[in-house]
């Protein structure tokens, strides 16, 4: 079993070299860039990566694409500000010694946030299926919902995969507004009418879900911090869904935020439907 692990990235000169120097369990390293300014590209290529320059395609089809340009059909796909856990590495190294039973295989994912790992609040353990055989996978959705859909069978590991979300909280609001720009559109898409009466108690009920129910007070400031943005995330994905938004998206010319908006490489969050992050992908 060989593996090739991939990469998309946009401006990740500041994560970049984390990820790349936890895939030591990798045959090989493609990263996908859809055009860099910073020193993304002279970072990765530095490190050995197999450095391709495409064009920015949309999540799912971006990362298939980086999975097409591998030279093995085991892929490894990581985000940029995420890492391979030296727990998660044993693993990988110990199922390339037999022959894998299962078409692509999950683990957890451990989100740092404001400097604390999360651990309560809906955020672990986040599974996500990361190593999969492209013969029988392949990244599937549109704007904020990509994952990857398995034919077969899927096993389970329990190392970390490391997710460095933000380091601020103006970070997290920028991110957060471009995302609930998407996940509106998408609602609007898809026809999905917003009764006023969710836009007043579907903010309120995520909080409490957040903060109380999934225990994100255990998290201290950061998830308080947390509860209260996926919150706001809910109320601005509705509010654009049924005000501004949809009347500059329907009634009127496209505006330059909205005209390419699921075609933008915009920065990993976590899943979209109740948390401020997207999860990818």
Request: hydrophobic share 40%.
């Amino acid at each position: 079993m060989r593996i090739s692990a991939t990469i998309v990235t946009l401006n990740e000169e500041r994560n970049i070299a984390r990820a790349i120097e936890s895939l030591r369990a990798a045959d090989e390293i493609v990263v996908v860039d859809s055009g860099s300014t910073d020193r993304t590209r002279e970072i990765a290529a530095g490190l050995g990566a197999r450095v391709i320059e495409e064009r920015w395609r949309g999540y799912a089809a971006q990362k298939n694409f980086a999975a097409g340009r591998a030279s093995f059909d085991w892929i490894l796909s990581i985000d940029a500000d995420e890492s391979v856990s030296e727990e998660l590495e044993g693993e990988i190294l110990e199922l390339k010694t037999r022959t894998p039973d299962c078409a692509g295989y999950s683990m957890p994912r451990l989100a740092q946030y404001l400097g604390r790992w999360i651990l309560h609040g809906g955020w672990y353990p986040d599974r996500k299926i990361r190593l999969y055989d492209r013969t029988r996978a392949e990244w599937t959705g549109d704007y904020v919902h990509e994952s990857v859909t398995v034919r077969g069978r899927i096993g389970r590991l329990e190392g970390k995969l490391l997710h460095f979300t933000c380091d601020s909280l103006s970070e997290h609001l920028r991110t957060l507004d471009r995302y609930t720009t998407l996940a509106a559109r998408e609602l609007i898409d898809r026809g999905v009418e917003i009764p006023l009466r969710r836009l007043a108690v579907d903010p309120v009920w995520t909080f409490i879900r957040t903060w109380v129910i999934r225990r994100g007070f255990l998290d201290g400031a950061q998830g308080l911090a947390i509860a209260w943005m996926a919150a706001l995330y809910t109320f601005l994905k509705y509010a654009k869904a049924t005000t501004g938004l949809r009347l500059k998206y329907v009634k009127g010319p496209a505006s330059p935020s909205l005209k390419d908006a699921k075609d933008r490489p915009w920065p990993d969050l976590k899943d979209a439907n109740d948390k401020p992050w997207r999860g990818s992908r």
